[in-house]
């Protein structure tokens, strides 16, 4: 077919572009969309309620500052049953740095089931199931681990998941840890791993939107020179930090952990404090003790 005759059936087609959405249903839609919450409130409140579906969101900052722990943490958290007021679904969590720790995920699935038995038990009187699923076996249960050693292989996984998302219809969180680390030990041509993170991350926020689930990537931090003097910034250069929805950096305050919006459409910049205890992610004022971070 010519340009012409191509142009020409675009034109006189009927239905050619199809997906038209008005923005009235569009706000309808974020207003309906539920949050994956963060467990701790003040940066909950600072995120409009959560991690948001449909969305790419980027979790930045240095080692030990607490990336995996919120990851896990969303990870079980996305299975808050929807009598609780959460998502009840599963998770997907692709390992690219062997920092995945099952044992810390169960604590944080008792964590997680004990606020929820303390804060809910008149509601779950009402469903007999939940003692069942309320249990850390099961929600570890619900979390799809892939193990990644190589950016070929996060390229596969990548690839991959569509029809995983295919098989498991209640996935509603796709937590990579992390997107960079790969593609910063093996990849020398630049402009090409430019093109293949460009890609993946495309994927990403697909299947984000067609899923209607929430996609976390974890990011390392990398030294950037700026104005005669070394600054630390998120790995992968400026045009990544395109790639996603919402970016948020978590950093140090003194002995402090502060989480702050850096990017995002719809937030504004704000910061907010959190503490690691032994439940988890929890509000800088939780009276937990804490867990001591190597």
Same mark, same amino acid.
């Given at each position: 077919m010519s340009?012409?005759s191509?142009?020409? %059936?675009?034109?006189? &087609?009927h239905?050619? @572009?199809? &997906?038209?959405q008005?923005a009235?249903?569009?706000? %309808?839609?974020?207003?309906?969309?539920?949050?994956i919450?963060?467990?701790?409130?003040e940066?909950? #409140?600072?995120?409009?309620?959560g991690?948001?579906?449909?969305?790419?969101?980027?979790?930045?900052g240095v080692?030990?500052?607490?990336?995996?722990?919120l990851?896990?943490?969303?990870? =079980?958290?996305?299975?808050i049953?929807?009598?609780?007021?959460?998502?009840?679904?599963k998770?997907?969590?692709?390992?690219?740095?062997? %920092?995945?720790?099952?044992?810390?995920?169960?604590q944080?699935?008792?964590?997680?089931?004990s606020?929820?038995?303390?804060?809910t038990?008149?509601?779950?009187k009402?469903?007999? #199931?939940?003692?069942?699923?309320l249990q850390?076996?099961s929600?570890?249960?619900?979390i799809?681990?892939?193990?990644?050693?190589?950016?070929?292989?996060?390229?596969?996984?990548?690839?991959?998941?569509?029809?995983?998302?295919?098989e498991?219809?209640?996935?509603?969180?796709?937590?990579?840890d992390?997107?960079t680390?790969h593609?910063?030990?093996?990849?020398?041509?630049?402009?090409?791993?430019?093109? =293949?993170?460009?890609?993946m991350?495309?994927?990403?926020?697909?299947?984000?939107?067609?899923?209607?689930?929430?996609? =976390? @990537? @974890?990011?390392?931090?990398?030294?950037?020179?700026?104005?005669?003097?070394f600054?630390?910034?998120?790995?992968?250069?400026?045009?990544? %930090?395109?790639?996603?929805?919402?970016?948020?950096? @978590?950093?140090?305050?003194?002995?402090?952990?502060? #989480?702050?919006?850096?990017?995002?459409?719809?937030l504004?910049?704000a910061?907010?404090?959190?503490?690691?205890? &032994?439940?988890?992610?929890?509000?800088?004022?939780?009276?937990?003790?804490? =867990?001591?971070?190597?």
């Open positions: 340009e012409t191509r142009f020409r %059936s675009l034109e006189g &087609g239905g050619a @572009l199809k &997906g038209a008005t009235w249903d569009m706000l %309808s839609e974020e207003q309906m969309q539920k949050h919450t963060t467990g701790c409130e940066l909950d #409140a600072i995120l409009g309620g991690i948001h579906c449909k969305e790419v969101t980027e979790v930045g080692p030990g500052i607490g990336k995996t722990q990851g896990i943490q969303l990870a =079980v958290n996305v299975q049953p929807v009598e609780c007021g959460g998502l009840g679904g998770a997907i969590y692709i390992d690219t740095e062997g %920092s995945f720790m099952v044992e810390r995920a169960h944080i699935a008792e964590g997680c089931i606020d929820l038995l303390d804060n038990a008149h509601r779950l009402d469903f007999p #199931a939940c003692p069942e699923i850390p076996n929600f570890l249960a619900n799809f681990y892939f193990r990644i050693c190589s950016y070929t292989e996060q390229i596969a996984t990548i690839n991959y998941l569509e029809k995983f998302l295919e498991q219809k209640d996935v509603k969180i796709i937590v990579v992390s997107i680390f593609f910063r030990q093996d990849f020398d041509d630049l402009a090409l791993r430019t093109r =293949v993170l460009g890609g991350s495309l994927k990403l926020m697909r299947f984000a939107k067609k899923y209607s689930l929430a996609v =976390v @990537l @974890l990011n390392q931090v990398t030294t950037k020179f700026v104005e005669g003097s600054h630390l910034t998120l790995a992968l250069g400026d045009t990544w %930090s395109h790639a996603c929805t919402n970016r948020i950096i @978590l950093y140090w305050n003194g002995n402090d952990r502060h #989480a702050y919006i850096d990017k995002s459409p719809s504004r910049s910061t907010a404090p959190f503490l690691i205890t &032994g439940k988890g992610i929890r509000n800088a004022t939780s009276h937990c003790k804490r =867990v001591r971070m190597m």
